[in-house]
């Protein structure tokens, strides 16, 4: 039987045009999601397709990127399937992993898609640097409210406590603290 895993990033983008393909060749059943591909963290959609899957069976995607995005996820992937004796198909690339052929251009093309996920990461973080240098860039908000733990400090409270009331990790409340008493000692 031949299972469909339809994937796009952001929740404004539709998973239609990839469904629609997916049915023409020739899956009954389609999993979709909508959520990033960078990692397999989150992909529940994913995972309950990998389980599902039976020997004989395929799983069909129109790209490899729909998958993974990363050498080590997809080979992770690739293991799964292997193990349980189903093929990967993509609709748009050939590849069809039940022969020699699809297996090679399968692995040419994980290598691709890590290394633009790469230089996309790499462009990110040139554009950070830049917007940081120009002062436009502050990073993320803090969402730890340090004043509030310096003040239960500043209470007698101990760590035990301050972590119940605020929530907030014993690591994150001893460096608070301590950041606090390096700033006097100096």
């Known amino acids: 039987m031949r299972y469909g895993y339809a994937r796009v990033s952001t929740t404004d983008q539709s998973l239609e045009l990839q469904e629609e393909t997916l049915r023409k060749a020739g899956c009954e059943i389609i999993r979709g999601e909508k959520v990033s591909g960078s990692s397999r963290h989150g992909r529940n959609e994913l995972d309950i397709l990998l389980e599902f899957l039976r020997p004989g069976d395929s799983l069909v995607v129109t790209r490899i990127d729909r998958l993974a995005r990363s050498i080590s996820d997809l080979q992770d992937i690739m293991r799964t399937l292997e193990q349980k004796n189903v093929s990967l198909v993509c609709t748009e690339q050939p590849i069809d992993t039940s022969n020699a052929i ?85």
């Open 102 to 186: 699809g297996k090679a251009f399968l692995n040419m093309l994980g290598v691709f898609a890590q290394f633009e996920n790469e230089l996309r990461r790499e462009r990110q973080l040139e554009g950070i640097a830049k917007a940081k240098a120009k002062g436009v860039y502050k990073g993320r908000k803090q969402m730890i409210d340090h004043d509030r733990v310096k003040a239960l400090k500043a209470e007698g409270l101990g760590v035990a406590k301050i972590m119940r009331q605020t929530g907030i990790s014993k690591t994150h409340v001893y460096r608070i603290i301590n950041e606090n008493s390096e700033k006097n000692h100096a």
